[in-house]
């Protein structure tokens, strides 16, 4: 009866157990990533009253008497492999593994030793570093190899997200640009001296933002010039080359505080510093007041080859940036409205000029170089002769082209220079002409000629070419060239309106080689994989780390340390130190969701039940036990 005592005993405390057990089961119920755990019974030794003894010819063997003792905890297991449901959290810190077995956990650090969890709340602490916010344990994981941008795995180390080197991401140059749109012939900026005006904002490498200005002209709008020089069969030069032709020019580029580092650059080369000097130079020694005088003349010679010098360097300059200096462009000055051309304009055979609207003089030979009447009188003056509205009525008047168009000095000397006869190119139907009451001048200029199909208005070619470069590293180091592909770019009659513009990046993808500046840090995210990456104004997302975990064989065998952290043993398995990749087996990471427990309440409700039952039949031994002993105890009387 002692003995039924003690098995009764023992049945308690391995109830109580196994109730200890599923109280902290279903305490532990809404517990971020917590596995429940089971408690199975094992019974105690046995005492052996009499030992079996075997079989004879004439009887049987008996089997061994023994009495048990009671019962005992066999074991508590911990329900690792089974996977808690998901919890979204729309947190983008927060993680929860996905994995065929459960056996993935998060490394994490108490400041000594490395510990794991399931548990994938974490928060950036305020040294930038992930980590629990449970507790502030560091999560561990691999870092990035800066010359190469790709993940070392390596010793599991801190993952410092925010630290100084991530927070801003480098700038890029500009290396690629794309022009699109509608260039339309009939839209009077394409048509106007300072053309059509196009924009690109580029950067350097610092970061830097610029933006260079483009003037794009009618050259040959309507395949009447032949520039290129076709021949046909036969090697004669044909009436047009199929071609509708425009210029592009690049006339500045302005850096954040609007000033033309162009311009700057031209003014800081020597050579133009010298050439500047002897046109201030000229310009000091220009005296003479009696426009007639052969020292007038003389002084204004000089003053005109100082500046012919001086824009023949500067575009030297600029070839070697954008464009060619052997081309041409085109300009149309409107007349004024007060003025009529009227024609007729000769010289006579003693070099004279002769006007004769009426009945103009056949016998006479037309300007060289000219074949619309545009003429340079006694004072050196070039202009025309017109009838005036202004008064005295139909009064007939030399006006000079610098009056008529509003040209300076400088214009009037390139379109002087134009009509010149051995300046004149032969390719050109003509150098100067006016139609109706447009002055048409075309004369030498740095730019790349942009040449389309004149049968379907489609992009031909730019120089030659599809794309040309904007020589930026001639500015200085910090700047990369950029190729700007016109392949986009139509010749459309669109209402007299152009819509060309000119874009960073390719025209196949507007983030190749665009540039940009200095970015900062704006956001975080974590990939399936593990891989942080972090986010930047500038467009930028650049990896900053993976996040490792650490599989063991015998996950069951782990030591539950609190706070969701369990520990090794020796019948756990060893980490490694370095851990492994979630996808290795086909895992996972989901960010913006947390583990929830995997207790399942009406299981512990049942095992509840069990427990409460065979606990009191537990006691019940023992109740019955004590009446058996008191009846042996009252044979005395």
């Not at 009188?377 to 509205?389: D, H, I, P, Q, R």
């Not at 139509?490 to 196949?508: C, E, F, I």
């Not at 993976?546 to 069951?556: D, G, H, K, R």
Request: hydrophobic share 35%.
């Amino acid at each position: 009866m002692m003995r039924s005592l003690y098995s009764g005993v023992s049945g308690l405390k391995t109830h109580q157990t196994k109730m200890d057990v599923i109280g902290n089961n279903i305490a532990n119920v809404n517990t971020v990533a917590f596995k429940s755990s089971g408690v199975t019974f094992a019974d105690i030794m046995y005492q052996t009253t009499s030992g079996a003894s075997g079989a004879t010819e004439t009887t049987g063997g008996v089997n061994p008497k023994q009495i048990g003792l009671g019962v005992q905890s066999g074991s508590t297991k911990v329900s690792v492999t089974s996977t808690g449901s998901a919890q979204s959290t729309g947190d983008a810190l927060d993680i929860k593994l996905t994995d065929a077995n459960s056996t993935n956990f998060f490394i994490v650090n108490n400041g000594s030793s490395n510990l794991f969890t399931r548990s994938g709340s974490f928060y950036l602490d305020g040294n930038g570093n992930l980590a629990m916010t449970s507790t502030g344990y560091l999560v561990q994981g691999w870092q990035v190899d800066k010359n190469t941008m790709s993940i070392v795995k390596d010793t599991v180390s801190p993952l410092r997200i925010m630290q100084a080197e991530n927070l801003t991401s480098a700038p890029e140059a500009t290396t690629d640009a794309n022009a699109s749109g509608v260039i339309d012939k009939n839209d009077t900026n394409v048509k106007s001296e300072s053309g059509y005006t196009m924009s690109l904002s580029l950067y350097d490498n610092l970061g830097y933002a610029y933006t260079a200005k483009f003037s794009v002209k009618g050259l040959d709008t309507d395949d009447k010039l032949n520039l290129t020089g076709a021949t046909d069969a036969a090697g004669q030069k044909t009436e047009n080359d199929g071609l509708n032709t425009y210029t592009v020019k690049l006339t500045a580029i302005y850096d954040q505080k609007n000033n033309d580092i162009l311009k700057d650059y031209l003014n800081n080369q020597a050579s133009i510093q010298t050439l500047q000097k002897a046109l201030q130079d000229a310009k000091a020694a220009f005296t003479a007041t009696d426009t007639t005088s052969t020292e007038y003349q003389t002084q204004l010679t000089a003053v005109q080859s100082a500046e012919a010098a001086l824009e023949a360097e500067e575009n030297a300059v600029i070839e070697k940036i954008f464009g060619k200096a052997s081309n041409y462009e085109a300009t149309d000055y409107d007349v004024s409205a007060n003025y009529k051309y009227s024609g007729g304009i000769y010289t006579t055979a003693d070099g004279n000029y002769q006007y004769n609207p009426a009945a103009p003089s056949t016998t006479g030979t037309a300007v060289k170089g000219n074949k619309n009447g545009i003429v340079e009188n006694s004072a050196g003056e070039l202009g025309v002769y017109m009838t005036s509205t202004l008064t005295p009525p139909e009064a007939e008047q030399f006006v000079s082209l610098q009056k008529l168009f509003g040209l300076t000095a400088k214009q009037s000397e390139a379109v002087k220079l134009a009509m010149n006869a051995n300046a004149v190119d032969t390719s050109m139907t003509c150098n100067v002409s006016i139609t109706g009451s447009t002055l048409h001048v075309f004369k030498s200029s740095v730019n790349y000629s942009l040449n389309f199909n004149a049968a379907n208005g489609v992009f031909d070619n730019i120089n030659g070419d599809t794309a040309v470069d904007l020589n930026m590293a001639v500015l200085g180091d910090q700047f990369s060239n950029i190729a700007v592909d016109f392949t986009k770019v139509l010749n459309y009659d669109n209402g007299k309106v152009s819509t060309l513009g000119v874009d960073r990046g390719t025209a196949t993808n507007a983030a190749v080689g665009a540039g940009k500046k200095l970015g900062a840090l704006t956001g975080v995210s974590i990939q399936q994989d593990g891989k942080i990456y972090g986010s930047y104004d500038n467009g930028n997302t650049v990896l900053l780390g993976q996040i490792a975990v650490a599989q063991f064989a015998n996950a069951s065998g782990l030591e539950a340390l609190g706070n969701n952290c369990y520990g090794t043993t020796l019948n756990s398995g060893d980490f490694d130190g370095i851990g492994r990749d979630i996808t290795a087996d086909g895992g996972s990471m989901s960010t913006g969701q947390l583990e929830m427990s995997n207790v399942d309440l009406s299981s512990e409700f049942t095992e509840m039940i069990t427990t409460q039952r065979g606990f009191q039949a537990n006691s019940r031994i023992i109740t019955v036990s004590d009446t058996m002993l008191e009846e042996l105890t009252n044979l005395k009387r």
